[in-house]
């Protein structure tokens, strides 16, 4: 069954840091295009990054330059890096892949304090 997990949210200050992890179960999450979505309070949910199977990174303007994409593919996983956090990346963060888009896992909260 084709499945992610998302994981490393938490609490953090302006200007601080996260890594949040997308773990990939039923599939090779190397070979195909993964992606970052969040939504926020009373928002539509929204692009942030992606990774392609070929390793091509691509950012929404909003997190580019602090935002860095990686993958590990022995540990079948995405990392999303995330530095100098500001209140507005506070959101339900998710991630899905090319190999069933729209199934995301539970999300993982990030929450930025100013």
């Known amino acids: 069954q084709v499945q992610v997990a998302e994981s490393g949210g938490g609490l953090v200050q302006s200007g601080g840091s996260l890594i949040l992890s997308c773990a990939a179960n039923?599939?090779?999450?190397?070979?195909?295009?993964m992606r970052w979505h969040r939504q926020a309070p009373g928002k539509e949910r929204e692009w942030v990054a992606s990774?392609?199977?070929?390793?091509?990174?691509t950012y929404a303007d909003s997190v580019k330059g602090r935002f860095t994409l990686s993958r590990v593919s022995t540990k079948n996983t995405v990392y999303l890096q995330m530095n100098n956090l500001k209140s507005e990346d506070t959101a339900v963060y998710y991630c899905?892949?090319?190999?069933?888009?729209?199934?995301w896992g539970q999300g993982t909260q990030v929450t930025v304090s100013s």
């Open positions: 039923g599939f090779t999450a190397s070979a195909y295009t």
């Open positions: 990774i392609t199977s070929s390793g091509v990174t």
């Open positions: 899905d892949s090319a190999r069933a888009y729209g199934r």
